[in-house]
């Protein structure tokens, strides 16, 4: 996600804070992966890490 996408308003309640949710990788602790970018205020997704 681009620095712009993360400034952008969410569409569904205008909120501008978001939340990156993160994996921790089992075999090296120190590291994660992107699990989801999410409106904090309405739980709306912007991007997800899962490739389901």
């Known amino acids: 996600m681009k620095l712009e996408d993360l400034l952008k308003k969410c569409p569904k309640c ?3 804070d978001k939340t990156a949710q993160r ?3 089992d075999e ?3 590291h994660a992966t992107m ?3 999410v409106c904090e ?3 709306y997704i ?3 890490g899962d490739k389901d």
């Open 14 to 16: 205008g909120s501008q």
């Open 23 to 25: 994996k921790i990788v």
């Open 28 to 30: 090296h602790k120190a």
């Open 35 to 37: 699990k989801a970018i």
């Open 41 to 43: 205020k309405c739980g």
């Open 46 to 48: 912007f991007e997800s």
